[in-house]
């Protein structure tokens, strides 16, 4: 006591000035360390990103010279690599990184408005209800092309749509969400089962290779259809993201500190379904990157944050990846679709979550 | 003898003094509010259907500290909600500065108005800076993102809290009472002109308590905030209080000036408790010291 009692006393004005200055090297410390980690993760996927890119169109039957691409893309470049470049490979291309963006943003819009890892559109029947749909046009109403896509967006929106009705009680509660979205994935699975069963190989055949999810019937006019469309739900995400960073906080607290969280999911869950469903509708569900794309994303930026161009990024990192992958490493004859390889990537990478979660106070 | 705290025994927290809390109250951005009141007519609050808070009708004391008390699960965190529109009334309505509170804006109403819950959430990995500064939401527009003047009011509220050095730390690896400050702070970085807290005290040691009740008193009597806190530490309620309101089974017991509202009869009918109130040797309020089964003298 008596070292305290003979200590001068501290001069109130210099501690609180010391105090804040603490407080304010404190928050700006914080605040770089945040945005370097971001912009490092986010760099290092883009360059992931644009390699392969470049790799995916150098590779083929017609095979390109990183040269030649480069010049192809600046502008340059001679007829018959602009041709490869332009028409062969570029629609593939462009549909594949669209597609891994919409999924990367969709599964990170779900799983964190749900508050829940396994709430993605691929898990919880909204990919499945457009599967479901599609699979019914092509086989029973013998649609194809844009009305093909047409029917599987208005599937995977109706699921969306009954989820909610049926997750909503006076407020929608998110485990209610997921495990009917869950039930809804098997109910699809058996009318696709059923109506596969019922119709002949050969046309089975073509619905099943949509419905494993691929890029290759790419053709501009469908690019240019799910980029309009990214066009427009994209910067709609750009502004909830504020919002749906409050409401990460609880609804108690997002209500509290002035959202409307009702408002807010309704409109982040419409996004996310309306993403899924324009990606599902243009290649088929392709498995597992919307599910994937978000945690990965996020534990690299590691901040609590939404992350959401890191999903995006690493959204498109996969399904390109999981393409070039398909048609380049495998066997020629195969033919996989793409969707067989971010499945068989998405397995193991839900062990290997399980199995490295920090574990977590209760 | 004077109670002090012992500060060799606790090396990690440097608790601000008096002077140096009211040095930085001081210079908390804005002036003094003028009051906004803030009243419950008739309010029933119903989880489901299962009604809770029967018909409750309270005026809350504008720029004054009103604490309230009660038997777990009387009811008292569903008031707060109730009052913060949390929670939509199943009967009678909210007043904020004379209108209802569920036809106003809700970011309006969180400039006003801001709730501190019982079990607040935070996102896994957030950090105490990141966590504070979203605090300022109401303050901000869609488009008007974190400027300067919020820099500065998150630094204040972390000054005032005793958290300034935990600006880059972890929430989820806080203890609870560190957890706790950081959620005042977030609070205070809100600024808004009433603050309902539910058990802001809870998880602190006893020093820190007094830290955050002697904070939340500062705020009252230097910038006017109107607060409505529940606390379970019915001597620490009668210190504080200007107001002390008890709530028994979802309805108001009791309210008024705590010397009044205080005695052995009201905390056996609220609490079932048998318990002696004497005057507390420090402020003179009602000290209510339980009698209990097996410890009475012989
Ligand atoms: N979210 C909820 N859903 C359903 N019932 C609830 C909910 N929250 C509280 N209740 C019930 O309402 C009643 C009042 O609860 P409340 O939380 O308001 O009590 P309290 O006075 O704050 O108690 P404590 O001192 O334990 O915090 C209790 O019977 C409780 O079971
Ligand atoms: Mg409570």
């Known amino acids: ?215 290759a019937q790419a053709d501009w006019p469908l690019v240019r259809l799910l980029g309009s ?63 994937t794309a978000a945690p990965v994303a996020r534990r690299l930026v590691g901040d609590g944050g939404l992350a959401l161009v890191p999903s995006a990024l690493v959204g498109l990192v996969l399904v390109l990846g999981a393409d070039v992958v398909a048609q380049h490493v495998l066997p020629a004859d195969m033919g996989v679709p793409v969707g067989v390889v971010t499945g068989a990537i998405g397995g193991p990478y839900l062990i290997w979550l399980m199995a490295t979660l920090r574990a977590r106070p209760a | 003898m004077t109670l002090t705290t012992d500060k060799t ?83 009678g309505h909210v007043e904020l500065d004379g209108r209802d509170i569920a036809r106003q804006r809700p970011r309006d109403v969180a400039r006003l108005l801001g709730l501190l819950p019982q079990q607040p959430l935070a996102p896994e990995g957030i950090t105490v800076a990141d966590l504070v500064a979203r605090g300022r939401h109401p303050h901000q527009g869609a488009f008007r993102r974190h400027g300067a003047g919020d820099a500065e009011a998150v630094a204040q509220a972390l000054a005032l809290t005793d958290t300034h050095e935990l600006a880059g730390r972890r929430v989820e690896e806080l203890s609870g009472g560190q957890r706790q400050r950081v959620w005042v702070a977030m609070m205070l970085a809100q600024d808004p002109r009433i603050m309902l807290l539910d058990e802001p005290t809870t998880y602190l040691d006893i020093a820190h308590q007094v830290d955050v009740l002697d904070l939340l008193t500062e705020l009252n009597r230097t910038r006017g905030t109107t607060v409505v806190m529940v606390l379970h530490e019915l001597a620490l309620a009668a210190r504080y209080a200007d107001h002390l309101v008890v709530m028994h089974e979802g309805r108001l017991f009791r309210a008024g000036p705590p010397a009044e509202v205080l005695d052995a009869d009201c905390v056996r009918e609220a609490f079932g408790l048998e318990a002696r109130v004497v005057p507390d040797p420090v402020t003179g309020s009602p000290l209510v010291v339980p009698v209990g089964r097996h410890q009475r003298r012989a």
């Open chain 1, 229 to 291: 469309t990214l066009a427009v739900l994209l910067p709609l995400v750009a502004l909830v993201a504020r919002p749906l960073q409050v409401l990460l906080l609880g609804d108690q607290q997002a209500r509290a500190l002035g959202l409307r969280p009702e408002l807010v999911r309704a409109v982040v869950l419409g996004l996310g379904i309306a993403l899924a469903c324009a990606a599902t509708a243009a290649a088929g569900p392709v498995a597992f990157v919307a599910f």
């Open chain 2, 9 to 91: 025994a606790d090396a990690t927290t440097e608790h601000a003094s008096a002077e140096t809390i009211h040095a930085l109250a001081a210079g908390l951005e804005g002036e003094r509010h003028e009051p906004v009141r803030l009243a419950a007519h008739g309010l029933h609050l119903a989880y489901d259907k299962r009604t809770v808070v029967h018909g409750v009708d309270l005026e809350v004391p504008p720029g004054a500290v009103t604490v309230i008390v009660g038997a777990n699960g009387c009811g008292k965190s569903t008031l707060l909600r109730g009052l913060g529109r949390i929670l939509k009334p199943a009967g």
């Open chain 1, 1 to 215: 006591m008596t070292a305290v009692d003979t200590a001068p006393p501290t001069a109130a004005p210099d501690d609180a000035a010391a105090r804040l200055a603490a407080a304010r090297s404190g928050l700006r410390v914080d605040r770089r360390r945040r945005r370097v980690r971001t912009s490092v993760v986010t760099s290092v996927l883009a360059v992931v990103a644009v390699a392969l890119v470049v790799t995916a169109l150098m590779l083929g039957d017609f095979p390109l010279a990183f040269r030649q691409v480069v010049d192809v893309l600046t502008g340059g470049g001679d007829d018959i690599a602009r041709l490869v470049v332009v028409e062969f490979r570029g629609p593939r291309l462009v549909l594949a990184v669209l597609v891994g963006v919409a999924l990367g943003v969709s599964g990170a819009l779900f799983q964190s408005v749900l508050a829940n890892p396994l709430a993605s559109p691929d898990i919880i029947g909204v990919s499945q209800g457009a599967s479901a749909a599609a699979v019914a046009a092509l086989l029973l109403g013998g649609l194809t092309g844009l009305a093909l896509s047409a029917s599987a967006l208005a599937g995977g929106l109706a699921v969306g749509l009954f989820l909610y009705a049926v997750a909503w009680r006076g407020g929608l509660a998110g485990h209610r969400f997921v495990l009917s979205g869950i039930g809804v994935a098997y109910a699809c699975a058996s009318v696709i089962g059923y109506v596969l069963t019922r119709s002949d190989v050969q046309e089975a055949q073509a619905a099943l290779l949509w419905m494993t999810g691929s890029v």
